[in-house]
């Protein structure tokens, strides 16, 4: 029905302005990092029960990818950040 | 006026008559009326049939729980179901019908269920319609479904308008009542943005129908003040006949607020209802408490009401209940309806006080039962008496109105939206939520507090105790603190020894013995007894009857109601309309329509449009004298590959990037090298996923050192967008490049045909021949001698000499219509998706019918692109897994029938020449098909195991839903011009 994000560029917006892409507690591994941690990284995710850092994109906005991380049983947002701000290493 | 409209009294507008019908019948109300209390005064109790037994039904509350009182309003597309009749505001025009009956509301043949009850029990669907088996589909279901529900809903379409807005304050106060108006006097007072939000047309809440002082002031006129200083207040906004129903994250509340349900002549320019979603930085939830009914045989017989009802329709509306009311309750509530009925001059027969130890503080004419039940209430369609039994001693009083009155339970519907759970409180005798959670308070009798001065207080203390949170002094509170002095009565679940049904929940026809029934079945666990007797399913959502359901079951399983716990409270607070969730969007703007800047061009040239995704783009062009669209496709088709023909691919998604490392960027999103891509060319890429499958190509064009433009495909424009982004974002911050979508800035056009070069000449103010501008050229032109700026492609989709010209997008028609001049002596026509289609299929260009996710570049016969010595690309670490490398993958391969006179459909599945359809015998599928008109056959791309080994084994293709069969055989995927001569004129 209804939530807010607090974008770090446009402050607090509707969640339908964007587009949850999914964890960000991941890394993209070294082209030559080997098959597992490809594997781990294209197809294992985590469903963590509380908290979790999560890709959005402000679609409908800025158009920035963010880093929120926020509670998957209560909804509460710790915290939102740019993607790049964030890094790789997330 | 019949007798039961008292002839003084009431907050409605005697100088007001209202004209509506009930069934057909013409009626009149006040203003200030809603239709239950107006049908009251019509003597009209009986206005329903209930769900399961078909009982005659009267109105039982005088708010949002009804459970009885739901009617049909309104007629053709403006018919709503199941409306509480309680919370419609009466208006002139108004026509309500009753539900759930047949032939009519007083007789109804439809009760000869009431015969059938001993079957009809709890879990009777499970236990009844077990076997045969065949009779479930046949014959059970369709008779439960012809009985189920009670409205029916109409098949016209919504004539009205309905909206959805935003909107921010800093306390949203849900419920005009005592405490709501305190909380909200208190923060209006601090200067805070208060909304004041009330589902009922006129804000007040209980204070509407007291009687009481407060202090040396009257009821009426406390409200009366209290509201003239809210409306004196700038920042404070009053949303009446608005339902908050629903709590979310961010502290975002939904509400429904009703613009023009309350009239018949409605204003077509503004809305009938507006759907809210008010941001509150905080919120205090005031909306009161529910009166429980007391369980008792027959307590649904038309007469038996909630005894806070009574006082409401009374005092409200002044309308009698009856000539002679007996009052039976275990709380203070029954002796102050008996009070007020008192004063009015109707006669109380009896005050039947479950309690021992009742109070003595009554000073009434009625003689007082205390320690005495009502066993049964007697009746058919309209109450004529009760049984009391006192002592033992059964007694039978008369009466034509029964008032009654369980205790109070606090809405906290709300409060528990977001993962609370009610707590039951046994000093409360109540289920209570968490008073205060992040963003939430709750005050009033929401919170259990009792006595009407101490809810006042409350609102009050609620909102001063929040305010400097929210920034704002905490200013006086607008009334001082009281104690509440209601006391809090022992709940009685339920009359023992009752002759007649006791119904618990009255909207779904659950009575005592049907929760009894399904703990002794190993049902009483609450989630269980609520699916096996459906106890507070109905629309209603157990506002009356959950509660003393939960309290059945405890006393059944010999447990506190604390073990027995509640079912879980979720939106919506009350049922919602479909348009108020639909808002606008429906109709033609249900969802946007995209049109290419080239839209009245195709339009004007006779184009047949087909709707992809959003946008509409040109099919085919029909000539005078075509009579199918293979007719104008094949002239299209033969006529580019012979002449020239101009299309529109402006739907293209165009994507503008720059940066200097955009080379770099380019070279990690492509499986093949873009790093050396020459400034002034272009280049045909393919972008994989990281699994190593391709998700979309295009080309991209270097325009300048750091300047690319790339086109994907019209499907995937905004997806490869997000894409880009997430990677230059996410994934390599420290490149520097940036996107800009561009695909409705520009309008591409692509010239196609052998006569292309000379036609576009004629335009285009430099030398475009072969030596200057030759294939995959890409550079800004100059048109019209210097007039306009364009970009000019050499690419080819058709296999021709080809270019692609793209303008700003305001100019396209004219450019389009510049073309067809200069073309016009050499024969260039227009040509849509379709003939671009075939072109496409007879040179083997793939598109998303191929790219369909499952396929490598290799499967695709790209293998060669693939770059070998970039360290890195997206999807190159999964490229190259031992399944993407399998021999015998589905590969891409051309198929065509032996017999040019027989064809064959996308779709169809390729089976070895003799193999029987199987699974194991399944070699692979046909992806993209069409006909020809320059081979003269039906050809098709398909994608076999092995494909490119096989290249000329005959094959059957399979289609099983038209059970088609067709001979074909395996060929290369090029069809046409294999040498690829013409693509360079």
Redesign the interface.
């Known amino acids: 029905m209804a939530s807010l994000i607090a974008c770090p560029h446009c402050g607090p917006r509707p969640k339908e302005e964007f587009t949850v892409k999914g964890d960000a507690a991941i890394a993209r591994p070294a082209a030559d990092a080997g098959e597992d941690a490809w594997y781990a990284y294209v197809y294992l995710r985590d469903n963590p029960r509380g908290r979790h850092k999560e890709y959005w994109h402000h679609t409908s906005g800025c158009r920035r990818w963010l880093v929120v991380e926020r509670d998957t049983v209560t909804h509460v947002v710790y915290a939102v950040l740019d993607a790049s701000a964030q890094g790789e290493t997330a | 006026m019949s007798s039961f409209r008292l002839s003084k009294g009431g907050r409605i507008d005697r100088a007001k008559p209202l004209d509506f019908t009930f069934d057909g019948k013409p009626m009149q109300g006040f203003a200030g009326d809603t239709l239950a209390s107006a049908l009251l005064a019509n003597g009209r109790q009986l206005v329903g049939r209930s769900f399961k037994y078909h009982r005659p039904r009267g109105i039982l509350t005088a708010g949002a729980a009804e459970p009885n009182a739901l009617v049909t309003i309104g007629e053709g597309g403006r018919t709503e179901a199941n409306t509480r009749a309680t919370l419609v505001e009466l208006y002139s025009g108004l026509k309500a019908k009753s539900q759930n009956r047949w032939p009519s509301v007083d007789f109804d043949l439809g009760a000869v269920n009431s015969l059938l009850s001993p079957f009809l029990g709890a879990g009777f669907y499970y236990k009844t319609f077990m076997w045969p088996a065949a009779f479930w589909e046949k014959v059970y279901e369709p008779i439960i479904r012809k009985a189920a529900g009670l409205g029916r809903a109409t098949y016209e379409p919504d004539p009205d308008t309905y909206e959805k807005c935003?909107t921010h304050c800093d306390l949203l106060v849900i419920g005009a009542g005592p405490a709501g108006l305190a909380a909200a006097l208190t923060a209006g007072r601090a200067g805070a943005r208060v909304i004041l939000a009330d589902e009922g047309f006129e804000p007040g809440g209980s204070l509407l129908a007291e009687t009481a002082a407060i202090g040396e002031k009257a009821a009426a006129v406390l409200l009366e003040e209290t509201l003239a200083e809210l409306a004196s207040l700038a920042n404070v906004r009053i949303f009446s006949r608005t339902t908050v129903f629903?709590w979310?994250?961010?502290?975002?509340?939904?509400a429904v607020e009703s613009v023009q349900k309350n009239t018949a002549a409605i204003d077509p320019n503004r809305p009938v209802e507006r759907l809210w979603?008010l941001?509150a930085r905080h919120a205090i939830l005031a909306s009161g408490a529910e009166e429980r009914p007391l369980v008792f045989g027959g307590n649904d017989i038309p007469g038996v009401m909630m005894a806070g009802a009574m006082r409401s329709y009374l005092n409200r509306q002044a309308i009698a209940p009856g000539k002679r009311t007996v009052v039976f309750t275990n709380d203070e509530s029954g002796y102050r309806t008996a009070t007020d009925l008192e004063a009015a001059g109707l006669e109380v027969a009896a005050i039947v006080d479950s309690r021992v130890g009742a109070p003595s503080s009554w000073a009434g004419r009625a003689p007082v039962f205390p320690g005495a039940v009502v066993q049964d209430a007697k009746g058919g369609k309209a109450l004529t008496g009760v049984t009391m039994i006192k002592g033992g001693a059964l007694e039978t009083i008369k009466a034509d109105a029964l008032a009654m009155s369980g205790g109070w339970s606090p809405i906290i519907h709300l409060a528990c939206h977001?993962?609370a759970r009610p707590v039951w409180s046994d000093a409360k005798a109540a289920f209570v939520a968490p008073q205060t959670q992040?963003g939430l308070t709750i005050a009033g009798s929401a919170a259990g507090v009792g006595a009407l001065e101490a809810c006042l207080a409350d609102g009050a203390e609620k909102a001063g105790n929040v305010l400097p949170s929210l920034g704002f002094s905490s200013a006086a509170a607008a009334f001082t603190p009281a104690v509440d002095t209601a006391t809090v009565a022992k709940p009685l679940w339920c009359v023992r020894g009752a002759k007649g049904k006791a119904f618990v929940d009255y909207q779904n026809d659950v009575h005592l013995k049907d929760l009894r029934l399904a703990v002794s079945e190993g049902y009483g666990h609450v989630e269980l007894a609520k699916r096996y007797t459906t106890n507070g399913m109905a629309t209603d959502q157990g506002k009356l009857s959950n509660v003393n359901a939960i309290g059945i079951l405890a006393e059944a399983r010999k447990v506190s109601p604390a073990d027995v716990g509640t079912t879980t409270f979720r939106?919506f607070y009350t049922p919602l309309s479909f348009g108020a969730l639909t808002g606008a969007s429906k109709g033609k703007h249900f969802q946007p329509v995209r049109k290419s800047p080239l839209h009245d061009w195709a339009r004007k040239n006779g184009a047949v449009f087909v709707e992809t995704g959003l946008w509409y783009r040109s099919s085919w062009f029909p000539k005078a004298g075509e009579t199918t669209w293979r007719d104008s496709v094949d002239r299209e088709v033969l006529n580019v590959r012979k002449n020239a023909g101009i299309c529109d691919v402006s739907t293209l998604g165009k994507i503008e990037i720059f940066g200097k490392d955009a080379a770099e960027f380019l070279n990690r999103i492509y499986c093949n090298a873009f790093l050396k891509l020459p400034v002034g060319k272009a280049r045909y890429g393919l972008m994989l996923r990281?699994?190593g499958m391709i998700y979309d190509d295009g080309t991209t064009s270097r325009l300048s050192e750091n300047h690319f433009f790339m086109t994907t495909t019209t499907a995937y424009a905004a997806g490869v967008m997000?894409h880009l982004?997430?990677c230059a974002?996410?994934?390599w911050?420290d490149l520097d490049v940036q996107f800009a979508s561009s695909t409705d800035q520009w309008a591409q056009i692509a010239v196609a045909g052998p006569k292309s070069r000379t036609i576009l000449q004629a335009l285009v103010d430099e030398d475009i021949c072969e030596v200057a501008f030759p294939f995959l050229g890409a550079k800004e032109v100059s048109l019209f001698g210097g007039k306009l700026t364009g970009r000019l492609f050499r690419i080819s989709f058709s296999g021709e000499l080809a270019y692609e010209l793209a303008v700003p997008a305001g100019y396209g028609e004219a450019v389009a219509d510049a073309i067809m001049q200069a073309g016009s002596p050499h024969g260039i026509c227009p040509y849509g998706v379709e003939a671009l289609g075939v072109m496409r299929i007879e040179k083997g260009h793939v598109t998303h019918s191929e790219i369909n996710g499952t396929v490598t570049p290799a499967d695709l016969g790209f293998a060669k692109m693939v770059s070998t010595t970039k360290?890195?690309f997206i999807g190159?670490?999964?490229l190259s897994?031992d399944g993407m490398v399998a021999q015998d993958r589905l590969s891409l391969v051309g198929v065509k029938p032996l017999d040019p006179a027989t064809t064959f459909r996308t779709g169809s599945h390729i089976l070895s020449e003799a193999a029987t359809p199987s699974l194991e015998n399944d070699q692979g599928y046909v992806t993209s098909s069409c006909f020809s008109p320059n081979l003269g056959s039906t050809i098709g791309l398909a994608l076999v195991k092995h494909g490119p080994k096989r290249h000329g084994e005959q094959v059957t293709v399979w289609n099983d839903l038209k059970n088609e069969y067709t001979k074909a055989v395996l060929c290369s995927p090029v069809f046409f011009d294999p040498e690829n001569e013409k693509l360079h004129g």
Do not use: T
């Open positions: 935003w629903g979310y994250d961010g502290n975002v509340f939904g979603r941001a977001r993962g992040d939106p990281e699994d997000n982004e997430f974002q996410a994934l911050p360290p890195d190159k670490a999964m897994r």
